[in-house]
């Protein structure tokens, strides 16, 4: 969704592990700013990669381990990560695992 009008909804009812593997769910985004549910299903994993811009993840539910940096970081509701561009990160979820990522 592109808007300039206000947003809102609830993240745990969005959360879909129906698919194996990870499911993206773009939730906002304009020319400040993007917002996206990601959910992984438990098992999934995401290589170690970086990317060209700051990233923070805030989580919904579930658990995983985040390497960031070569640090393991454990994942749960309620956790907020921040990664500055271009640091290496790898994800992996332990069980369903939902997070925001902006």
Not at 21 to 47: E, K, M, W, Y
Not at 60 to 81: K, R, Y
Request: with cysteine; hydrophobic share 40%.
């Amino acid at each position: 969704m592109t808007s300039l009008q206000p947003f809102t909804t609830q993240l745990h009812e969005l959360a879909n592990y129906t698919k194996s593997g990870v499911q993206h769910q773009l939730l906002f985004r304009n020319d400040q700013a993007q917002f996206s549910l990601v959910c992984l299903t438990a098992g999934t994993s995401i290589p170690e990669h970086a990317t060209p811009r700051n990233v923070s993840l805030t989580i919904i539910e579930g658990s995983g381990t985040l390497t960031l940096a070569g640090q393991e970081v454990a994942l749960q509701s309620g956790v907020f990560v921040y990664i500055p561009a271009k640091t290496p990160h790898a994800l992996k979820a332990l069980e369903n695992l939902a997070f925001l990522h902006t």
